[in-house]
C-alpha cells in the first residue's frame, strides 16, 4: 500500500515515516510540508493512502482534501480534536490526534489496508460472502507448502519463526509446524495486523497466545522468544506495558 504523507511540522513527518517503516504492507513514497506540492504525485504515481495534516498555514487538510478531484483514502493527523466530525463527513478512514500512540496508528493503517483489499479483490470478497462469511471477518489463511497449499485457521497460529527463505508456523496443541516459502512481508499481509505482531527480525507472534513477558523475551507456550531492539518499544506500547 502506497501512501504520502503531509504535515508542515517536519518532526510529525519523521514520526510517521518510522511508524510506517515497522509495517511490512505500506510504503511511503513521498512526504511535504506543503499540501499543494503533494498535488503531481496524486496524479502521477498511484498513492493509495494521504497521512494528511489538518492545521497547515497554506492550505487546510480538510480543504486541499476537499480539492481533490480523485481522492485517494485519507486519515487526518492533528493536534486538534474539534475537527473529527468534519473529517468524519469526508469520509475519512481514520482520525487520530496528535501526539499519536503507535498502536492506534497500527490500526488506522490495518483499517485501510483492509478497505483496499476489498476495492482491490472484488471477486475473493464475493466468494467469501456467498459462504456468509466476508473477507474482513476471514479467520484461515491459506499457505503453499510443498506441492500444495494448506488452510490454516489464524486462532491456531502461536507464533512464525524465520528461517533463511522459509517460514515456519507453529501450530497450537499440537507438535505440527508446516514450512512454506514465503517471506515476513509476505504473510504479515495476510495476518490481521492486531492478532499479529513482529517482535523480531525472526519471530511474528500471535498475541493470544502469549502466557508472560519476560524483559526481553516473549514466553508462548513455554518457548522462550526474544523480543529485537527496534520492536521492544512499539511492542511494549501496544501491549499497554
Given at each position: 500500500?502506497?501512501?504520502?504523507?503531509?504535515?508542515?511540522?517536519?518532526?510529525?513527518?519523521?514520526?510517521l515515516?518510522?511508524?510506517?517503516?515497522?509495517?511490512?504492507?505500506?510504503?511511503?513514497?513521498?512526504?511535504?510540508?506543503?499540501?499543494?506540492?503533494?498535488?503531481?504525485?496524486?496524479?502521477?504515481?498511484?498513492?493509495?493512502?494521504?497521512?494528511?495534516?489538518?492545521?497547515?498555514?497554506?492550505i487546510?487538510?480538510?480543504?486541499?482534501?476537499?480539492?481533490l478531484?480523485?481522492?485517494?483514502?485519507?486519515?487526518?493527523?492533528?493536534?486538534?480534536?474539534?475537527?473529527?466530525?468534519?473529517?468524519f463527513?469526508?469520509n475519512?478512514?481514520?482520525?487520530?490526534?496528535?501526539?499519536?500512540?503507535?498502536?492506534?496508528?497500527?490500526?488506522a493503517?490495518?483499517?485501510?489496508?483492509?478497505?483496499?483489499?476489498?476495492?482491490?479483490?472484488?471477486?475473493?470478497?464475493?466468494?467469501?460472502?456467498?459462504?456468509?462469511?466476508?473477507?474482513?471477518?476471514?479467520?484461515?489463511?491459506?499457505?503453499?507448502?510443498?506441492y500444495?497449499?494448506?488452510?490454516?485457521n489464524?486462532?491456531?497460529?502461536?507464533?512464525?519463526?524465520?528461517?533463511?527463505?522459509?517460514?515456519?508456523?507453529?501450530?497450537?496443541?499440537?507438535?505440527?509446524?508446516?514450512?512454506?516459502?514465503?517471506?515476513?512481508k509476505?504473510?504479515?499481509?495476510?495476518?490481521?495486523?492486531?492478532?499479529?505482531?513482529?517482535?523480531?527480525?525472526?519471530?511474528?507472534?500471535?498475541v493470544?497466545?502469549i502466557?508472560?513477558?519476560?524483559?526481553?523475551?516473549?514466553v508462548?507456550?513455554?518457548?522462550?522468544?526474544?523480543?529485537?531492539?527496534?520492536?521492544?518499544?512499539?511492542?511494549?506500547?501496544?501491549?499497554?506495558?
Amino acid at each position: 500500500m502506497n501512501c504520502i504523507i503531509i504535515d508542515d511540522e517536519p518532526l510529525a513527518i519523521d514520526i510517521l515515516i518510522d511508524y510506517c517503516d515497522k509495517l511490512d504492507f505500506i510504503s511511503v513514497v513521498g512526504t511535504f510540508t506543503n499540501p499543494l506540492d503533494a498535488i503531481a504525485i496524486i496524479q502521477e504515481k498511484k498513492v493509495d493512502l494521504i497521512l494528511c495534516d489538518i492545521q497547515m498555514p497554506q492550505i487546510s487538510g480538510i480543504d486541499f482534501i476537499n480539492s481533490l478531484e480523485k481522492k485517494p483514502m485519507f486519515i487526518f493527523t492533528t493536534a486538534y480534536s474539534q475537527y473529527a466530525v468534519e473529517g468524519f463527513e469526508l469520509n475519512a478512514v481514520d482520525y487520530l490526534v496528535k501526539p499519536i500512540p503507535y498502536h492506534r496508528f497500527i490500526k488506522a493503517i490495518s483499517r485501510a489496508k483492509e478497505l483496499l483489499t476489498k476495492v482491490e479483490k472484488p471477486h475473493f470478497d464475493n466468494v467469501f460472502s456467498s459462504f456468509g462469511e466476508t473477507s474482513e471477518a476471514k479467520k484461515y489463511i491459506f499457505v503453499k507448502s510443498e506441492y500444495e497449499s494448506i488452510k490454516i485457521n489464524l486462532d491456531e497460529i502461536e507464533y512464525i519463526q524465520g528461517l533463511k527463505d522459509y517460514l515456519k508456523i507453529h501450530i497450537a496443541n499440537t507438535n505440527k509446524t508446516i514450512l512454506t516459502l514465503m517471506n515476513f512481508k509476505e504473510i504479515l499481509d495476510k495476518l490481521p495486523a492486531n492478532q499479529f505482531l513482529r517482535v523480531h527480525k525472526s519471530f511474528i507472534v500471535n498475541v493470544d497466545f502469549i502466557k508472560t513477558v519476560q524483559r526481553n523475551r516473549i514466553v508462548i507456550n513455554d518457548i522462550r522468544i526474544p523480543i529485537g531492539e527496534s520492536y521492544k518499544s512499539d511492542f511494549f506500547s501496544i501491549l499497554g506495558l
